[in-house]
């Protein structure tokens, strides 16, 4: 296998911890390269749910694991999983996973500014999970964050917390009318823990860059989807990283002619969490049905996920944005029951067709997709292995997909175990 980029396509839970943990099998070091503990990538194995929110997919397959210079980390959520994990009877010694030293630290003030944010927005919320992320990148961008090599100084780390939370505490205080919150304590809080983290840190460019030079092959897993994406996502209604392939490269300190395979994950349908706008989404009976059958919840957050039909408009604004060089459709088994499918192909909008993804929400709220139905193949899927034993509709839907994406599709999932996948075109 080569190097290789697994992306979402959509706004995030295509189903991209199956395909990551399915080919790490195959891979020797597996990286996050971006977001934080706001993700949530779903394994079954053996059975068993295995959920990870800032760990790679690739522990389970007890792979070399790295943390990125680009994923935030709460360090508090980071241990509670290492815990999780081991108590799974999964390897997370710091010999297996590893944290870059250029990460930056979700700090107890960045969760109450982004909660205290949403209060005050009230119905004007975009939908954030409060878990710190954003705040976390701003202080990022505007060169005020704590980061990991700062915990290696106890009076460096203490300084900085210290200078910035006068400034945070007044924020909290004068703007959000919220409590304030005492810096010795935060300061205490995480040097309690820091003898556990410091272990896992190290330079993960550095290391990463001496495994490929050994001929180690690397899997890049990106978290939510590239509609999500802070520059080319449904601005504002976005997370605050970047989500697209590119990053792989500037959020794990890897120059991009590494990036060889660039995996698109796309669920057969398409789903949403959150506030923000979905030209295809479903408020019918079909729409609940799909909800139901795809046991659609968000991972991290348990909330209800809006569906609706596959949307190329997206799909194909995704195969641009990402470079992909493949596409992994999942759930395809959960519309093994419907009558029809339809698929979008464009957008209506002011009398005339839409070929390509708006950046204008209002523009996106106000378009009416266009359809083309499609047979459904009502036979169950779920227990077959070979695409050659799909069901002709299904194949020809599966075509249509590959027709208007202009995108190979090389893996389909029909279940959320490892073994209920079809691979179409081997990537390793």
């Not at 919220?178 to 823990?193: C, F, G, R, S, Y």
């Not at 979905?278 to 729409?287: A, Q």
């Not at 996920?305 to 395809?332: E, F, H, P, Q, Y």
């Amino acid at each position: 296998m080569t190097n290789t980029v697994i992306v979402g396509t959509q706004w995030g839970d295509e189903g991209k911890g199956k395909i990551v943990d399915l080919l790490s099998e195959h891979a020797d070091d597996v990286v996050r390269f971006q977001g934080g503990n706001n993700a949530g990538h779903t394994m079954v194995v053996n059975g068993k749910e295995i959920i990870s929110h800032l760990i790679p997919s690739g522990i389970i397959q007890q792979k070399q694991c790295f943390i990125g210079n680009g994923v935030v980390v709460d360090p508090f959520v980071l241990l509670d999983e290492i815990d999780y994990l081991i108590s799974n009877q999964i390897d997370v010694s710091p010999e297996k996973l590893k944290i870059s030293n250029r990460a930056h630290m979700i700090m107890p003030y960045h969760k109450e500014i982004d909660k205290a944010r949403e209060v005050k927005k009230g119905k004007d919320k975009i939908g954030t999970t409060g878990r710190g992320i954003g705040p976390c990148y701003e202080d990022k961008a505007t060169r005020r964050g704590i980061r990991f090599c700062d915990l290696l100084d106890i009076e460096v780390f203490r300084e900085k917390v210290i200078t910035l939370m006068e400034e945070k505490n007044f924020y909290l205080k004068h703007y959000f009318k919220a409590e304030t919150i005492d810096p010795e304590m935060v300061v205490d809080q995480v040097l309690k823990i820091r003898e556990r983290l410091v272990p896992y840190i190290c330079d993960v460019s550095v290391a990463l860059f001496d495994g490929i030079s050994k001929g180690r092959q690397i899997l890049f897993e990106g978290a939510q989807g590239t509609h999500l994406d802070i520059e080319h996502g449904t601005y504002p209604f976005v997370t605050s990283s970047s989500t697209v392939s590119g990053n792989a490269a500037n959020g794990t300190g890897l120059g991009p002619v590494h990036l060889n395979e660039i995996i698109g994950i796309v669920k057969a349908y398409t789903t949403r969490v959150g506030a923000g706008p979905f030209p295809t989404e479903l408020f019918d009976e079909t729409g609940d049905l799909i909800q139901k059958t795809g046991a659609e919840f968000g991972a991290t957050t348990g909330r209800k996920r809006r569906c609706g039909w596959l949307d190329m408009v997206v799909l194909r604004n995704a195969a641009r944005l990402n470079s992909l060089t493949g596409l992994a459709i999942t759930k395809l088994d959960v519309l093994d029951d419907l009558e029809e499918l339809k698929i979008c192909t464009g957008y209506q909008y002011n009398g005339r067709v839409i070929p390509d993804f708006p950046p204008e929400i209002k523009i996106l709220e106000e378009c009416e997709p266009v359809y083309e139905t499609l047979p459904g193949w009502k036979e169950n899927t779920s227990g077959l292995r070979t695409y050659e034993d799909l069901p002709e509709k299904a194949k020809k839907y599966l075509t249509r997909i590959e027709d208007l994406s202009r995108v190979p599709i090389k893996i389909i999932s029909v279940g959320p175990g490892r073994e209920a996948t079809i691979i179409k075109e081997k990537i390793f």
